[in-house]
């Protein structure tokens, strides 16, 4: 069974520095790969995917992130955190199993510090 | 193209009570999907439906839950005799079905307190 991991459920960092969120999944086969991006009291949205077309993914709101089956890691990043990225952000992968349900990770909360 | 939408945004109910929730997703797209989110957990996959046909249901989905798409447009999740633990977000979404990538869209979900 295909499952995501991600490390620290809360980030914090200064605005203006580097945002890093990271995501380890476990999949016996390629993955699909997405970021979803959820603000207070609103559904998710989506940031990013990966479908194996290009290793580096460039997303909404200058996030990208780059899969590296060798790490089986799919890390999101912004060079430049703004107050505005403070949110909880999901990493999920498909199971590529017919109906595309989604398999998401447990979550990590974004601060963002003036 | 106005979104997926659920109502209520916010249910309270008292232990034992049934509580219905609506999900209309957006038009064109014929996959609906359910997912619960508990506080400090990812959306949790719950049940979907393709057209008005319900082709998979998690075992999360115990037999106090039922979720319909009669006519493939909308959909409803009921919850009978709600417990304290059916707390949680309940998030619809919806896609085209199509590849592996396609993008689910998700409602603003209704949040649900059982007391």
């Known amino acids: 069974a295909q499952s995501v991991t991600q490390l620290g459920s809360h980030v914090s960092v200064s605005e203006g520095a580097l945002v890093l969120l990271r995501c380890n999944y476990s999949s016996s086969v390629p993955p699909y790969l997405f970021w979803y991006v959820q603000y207070p009291n609103q559904g998710l949205q989506l940031l990013l995917k990966?479908?194996?077309?290009?290793?580096l993914v460039k997303g909404i709101n200058g996030f990208e992130a780059e899969f590296k089956k060798s790490e089986t890691s799919f890390h999101l990043t912004k060079p430049s955190a703004h107050m505005s990225d403070a949110a909880e952000y999901f990493c999920a992968v498909s199971p590529m199993e017919y109906g595309n349900k989604l398999v998401f990770g447990a979550g990590t909360i974004l601060r963002v510090k003036s | 193209d106005t979104g997926v939408s659920q109502n209520p945004r916010h249910k309270i109910t008292k232990r034992g009570q049934n509580v219905t929730f609506r999900c209309d997703p957006i038009?064109?797209?014929?996959?609906l999907y359910w997912y619960r989110q508990t506080l400090g957990q990812g959306p949790e996959f719950l049940t979907y439906f393709q057209n008005e046909a319900q082709l998979e249901k998690s075992r999360l989905l115990s037999d106090r839950f039922s979720a319909e798409r009669p006519k493939g447009s909308f959909s409803t999740l009921e919850i009978q005799r709600t417990e304290q633990g059916d707390s949680a977000m309940y998030l619809c979404?919806?896609?085209?079905?199509?590849?592996?990538?396609?993008?689910?869209?998700f409602g603003q979900g209704t949040r649900l307190t059982v007391v």
């Open positions: 979404a919806s896609s085209l079905a199509s590849g592996w990538d396609t993008e689910a869209f």
């Open positions: 990966y479908t194996s077309a290009a290793t």
């Open positions: 038009s064109e797209h014929n996959r």
